[in-house]
């Protein structure tokens, strides 16, 4: 949109008509996020009811559900389209550059707070992912998000984040797990030596290893994938546990759509319970639908974290949970793992989340094994 030089920006009718546009489109964005933040509050209310209420529960509500999660694809898709058509009026409210300096009035001062927030937001995204392979391309687009801030607007974001929560559906009790002498050999090559170590309660472990396959293979053991060749694992009687492989095709070698493929693992054999849970990872609407043979890398990953979700387990197990997410993915997948009352082990090459999750670091040598209850960036020596 061109704008006259020989007026300030704000004198301009093109300005002031684009702008009254904006203002309108981001009160209808505001509606629609507060309605999504009501439905969300109301399924959570309908997911805590005892097991009696929901024996109890008639059809008229079970539709009204499934309509909540009808309407939240929806509002997800209007809040998409009213995001992409701010970002079309911001682009063209670009005036600057046709102006000197010295024309139209003095910019106003910048909602301060706001402006903050956003750019500390780019700047923590650019930190953590620029030194990733994988994630660059997206650091470096945010860079340049971060370098176009203008300081009397602020553009509305369409990053869409997932909602991690594991909720244990049981405290575990003061025996959690010992394991105990494993050792295991592939291949003629000995990736476990005599590994041992006991979790305590409230113990998150992040694991190091100077051979990859190790944290695999001691994690496969652990979760009862795996035969050790030597040694034993002594569970608590209060521990359900649930794991996360590094390689989860082989859960989806199955010809099931996303519902019927996480109904599986479902309690709860309703289709709005399962959905709802599938919801809060973006597979909305038609999506839920969607065969699981097609399924990207990132959508399988989504998949298996509703998995976890749906368990209820109080012992998480998680090879490399981060593999093949988006930014924004990793961000909620950081806070639901912080945020779990559960014990974990894990293992991740991404540092932040290792070192905002872990209270405890396990580091398995060729000829022993390294246990320290530090953060991440103590046992490192960087802090």
Known sequence: MGFNTEMGAGDSPEYK??????????????????EKEGINAQI??????????????????????????????????????????LNTIYSGMDFNSEMDAGDGPETPPPESEELQAKIKELQEFIARFSANASKSKQATSRKKSLE?????????????????????????????????????TINGEKILNSVSFTVKNGDKIAFLADNENAKTVLFQIIAGELEPDEGSLIWGTTITQSYFPKDNNYLFDVDLNITDWLRQYSKDPDETYV??????????GEEALKKVAVLSGGEKVRC???????????????????NHLDMESITALNEGMTRFKGNMLFTSHDHQLMQTVANRIIDIKQDKTIDREVTYNEYLGIE
Request: aromatic letters at 4%.
């Open 304 to 322: 298996v974290l509703s998995k976890i979700m749906l368990s209820g387990a109080n012992f998480l197990i998680m090879d490399e949970p981060t």
């Open 44 to 85: 959570s209310n309908k997911e805590n009811k005892n097991e009696e209420g929901k024996k109890e529960e008639d059809k008229e509500e079970e539709l009204k559900a499934e309509k909540m999660q009808q309407r939240i694809g929806e509002i997800d898709k209007q809040i998409n389209e009213i995001d992409e058509q």
């Open 148 to 184: 176009k801030i203008e300081l009397d607007e602020i553009k509305p974001s369409n990053r869409r984040y997932p909602y991690i929560d594991f909720k244990p559906d049981r405290e575990p009790g003061k025996e959690i797990l010992q394991v105990k002498n494993i050792s295991k």
């Open 17 to 34: 008509s684009s702008k009254e546009k904006a203002e309108k489109l981001q009160q209808k964005l505001k509606e629609l996020k507060e």
């Open 275 to 284: 959905r709802s849970f599938l919801g809060r990872m973006l597979f909305s």
